[in-house]
């Protein structure tokens, strides 16, 4: 295994939280789709932030979605989820 391969295997399970899919995943990327300009798979992605986030405890450090889609990035703001596009981030 390459060290930078070695190297995000290590961070991505110190830094990341992965979440399978579910019917209330689906469901609420069903609804963001009818609500937003969005590609399916963006809506997914966007709608497993905002369930994960409605299950953090209250004491948990805020989440912030990343995506360096603008379009996914002002549709999260939108549905009030902290959002950065790590392109464009200073």
């Given at each position: ?31 963001l789709v009818a609500r ?20 953090l405890p209250p004491n ?18 939108q549905e009030h989820l ?9």
């Open positions: 295994m390459s060290f930078l391969l070695k190297s995000y295997a290590i961070h991505s399970q110190e830094e990341y939280l992965l979440v399978a899919y579910s019917e209330p995943i689906l469901d609420k990327a069903g609804s937003h300009p969005l590609r399916a798979l963006d809506a997914v992605q966007l709608a497993g932030a905002l369930y994960l986030r409605e299950k948990a450090p805020s989440l912030t979605f990343l995506s360096a889609d603008d379009r996914l990035v002002t549709v999260a703001l902290q959002a950065v596009n790590p392109e464009k981030a200073s």
